[in-house]
T-cell receptor, first 110, second 112 residues
Framework: GEDVEQSLFLSVREGDSSVINCTYT??????LYWYKQEPGAGLQLLTY?????DMKQDQRLTVLLNKKDKHLSLRIADTQTGDSAIYFC??????????FGAGTILRVKS | DGGITQSPKYLFRKEGQNVTLSCEQN?????MYWYRQDPGQGLRLIYY???????QKGDIAEGYSVSREKKESFPLTVTSAQKNPTAFYLC???????????FGEGSRLTVL
């Protein structure tokens, strides 16, 4: 069945790069998403990548997709304290609802 | 501005009472969802609806009920049968089932 796994916690120093990893199981995924959740709020879409792409860059965010290994990563360059949040990856398969990972808590130390 | 509105943001309930959480969207999206989030855990799908007057159970539907009488509205009722209802509830919508989800700001329910 579908399953998305993420590491639970990541701690980085302000100014360093953060890399959040995610693995998924369904090779028929069409889109893969990264969402950010700040405390007490809903989820906001950060970025997404279509399954036929290897990489997508959007300002400080870089998404890498290794389809062979079913591995997705989100790199945040020059991490700031405002980046502290929970990050969820999700896979979308055509015609089916999104499947979310459990989320990775990113803590940025100043 | 288009978006999803959840209300109330905070709600307290006595044991044995039913409570209804509101979710309204003006994005003209067909699909709507309810998720539950517990501290330190990910999102668990309660119910979803792909079209008006139709909805499906998610992974943890027991003790919950929904209706979808209008495209814009997808209220969730937490019934007294739900054994552990204290949680953060998130409503979302999307243009299509596998498309990008837009989330509301959430409703925090506490059972006293």
């Amino acid at each position: 069945g579908e399953d998305v796994e993420q590491s639970l916690f990541l701690s980085v120093r302000e100014g360093d790069s953060s890399v959040i990893n995610c693995t998924y199981t369904d090779s028929s995924s069409t889109y893969l998403y990264w969402y950010k959740q700040e405390p007490g709020a809903g989820l906001q879409l950060l970025t997404y990548i279509f399954s036929n792409m290897d990489m997508k860059q959007d300002q400080r965010l870089t998404v890498l997709l290794n389809k062979k290994d079913k591995h997705l990563s989100l790199r945040i360059a020059d991490t700031q304290t405002g980046d502290s949040a929970i990050y969820f990856c999700a896979e979308g398969i055509y015609g089916n609802k999104l499947v979310f990972g459990a989320g990775t808590i990113l803590r940025v130390k100043s | 501005d288009g978006g999803i509105t959840q209300s109330p943001k905070y709600l307290f309930r006595k044991e044995g009472q039913n409570v209804t959480l509101s979710c309204e969207q003006n994005l003209n999206h067909d699909a709507m969802y309810w998720y539950r989030q517990d501290p330190g855990q990910g999102l668990r799908l309660i119910y979803y609806s792909q079209i008006v007057n139709d909805f499906q159970k998610g992974d943890i539907a027991e003790g919950y009920s929904v209706s979808r009488e209008k495209k814009e509205s997808f209220p969730l009722t937490v019934t007294s049968a739900q054994k552990n209802p204290t949680a953060f509830y998130l409503c979302a919508s999307s243009r299509s089932t596998s498309g990008e989800l837009f989330f509301g700001e959430g409703s925090r329910l506490t059972v006293l």
